[in-house]
């Protein structure tokens, strides 16, 4: 069997119209019960959890193989003796939940008998959840450092000791700096 071509172009044996995917990103070469994975794209690829980028790398069927980080590699189609060329249309006769749309996500089916779900609901609370907790520490800070409380003698004064105070800035600070990680993790997916 002949080396199989992944990637976006039209001249590949396995098309996957994905921008994350290069134009040429990855070719498969048989070798007995094993493939050398020859990675040749700009986004690389991850082969169960090691990122490669222009190089190359023994695998084997189940191998979890992710093309620019997210997109499976069709192993039902490699398997195959014939090449296929898949152009996320479902032009041919091949289950289109196989295979990443043009977002990169999943038609809602499954691969290699495994059933992937979108988790909308868990990314919805996660984020709703994030903004109103560093909404609520940011109000218990400003409580601890704002707080005032009345003498008997009419005098405005602090309603907390100053560790208290400075507790409620530590906590302002870690929200921030929390909102920046989140907000850098968000933009790197």
Known sequence: ????????????????????????????????????????????????????????????????????????????????TEPTRYNGGGAN????????????GYNGGGYGGVEYKTGTGLIVFGYILSIVGSLIAIILAIILISGKQTTFDGKRISKYKPSSKINGWVIIGLTILCSFVWLAVFLSL
């Open 1 to 80: 069997m002949r080396a199989i071509t992944i990637g976006r172009d039209e001249s590949c044996d396995i098309i996957i119209n994905n921008e994350r995917v290069s134009r040429f990103h990855a070719s498969i070469i048989p070798e007995g019960n094993r493939y050398i994975y020859r990675d040749s794209s700009s986004n690389g690829t991850v082969i169960n959890g090691t990122m490669i980028r222009n190089s190359d790398k023994y695998i084997q069927y189940g191998d979890q193989v992710l093309l620019a980080g997210n997109i499976s590699l069709p192993w039902n189609r490699i398997q195959s």
């Open 93 to 104: 006769d091949y289950e289109r939940s196989y295979y990443p749309s043009a977002e990169g």
